[in-house]
């Protein structure tokens, strides 16, 4: 079963890669960009058919591993 993880920055943290971006897009000529937000796609091939299990362990790994819950957000999609 594949599954995408989404991580994304939580509201009000800084997000100076995003900032960088958002001031190369308009020193490129596309001034109508007002904001950027970069994050992360994780796509996982997991073993198993239960999906309510699968959830669990994948929700697991991103406390552990795939974010920085201090700062991150993330949501799972089986």
Same mark, same amino acid.
């Given at each position: 079963?594949?599954?995408?993880?989404? !991580? $994304? %920055?939580? @509201?009000?943290?800084?997000?100076?890669? #995003?900032?960088? &971006?958002? *001031?190369?897009? *308009?020193?490129? #000529?596309?001034? @109508? &960009? =007002? +904001? /950027?937000?970069?994050g992360?796609?994780?796509l996982?091939?997991? $073993? #198993?058919?239960?999906? +309510? +299990?699968?959830?669990? =362990? !994948?929700?697991?790994?991103?406390?552990?591993?795939?974010? @920085?819950v !201090? &700062? +991150?957000?993330? =949501? /799972?999609? %089986?």
């Amino acid at each position: 079963m594949q599954v995408e993880v989404i !991580v $994304k %920055l939580k @509201n009000g943290v800084l997000d100076p890669q #995003g900032k960088a &971006i958002c *001031h190369a897009l *308009h020193s490129l #000529g596309h001034k @109508n &960009i =007002e +904001e /950027v937000s970069v994050g992360k796609r994780i796509l996982l091939e997991v $073993k #198993g058919e239960d999906k +309510e +299990e699968i959830k669990k =362990e !994948v929700e697991q790994m991103c406390q552990t591993l795939l974010a @920085n819950v !201090v &700062i +991150e957000d993330y =949501e /799972v999609k %089986l």
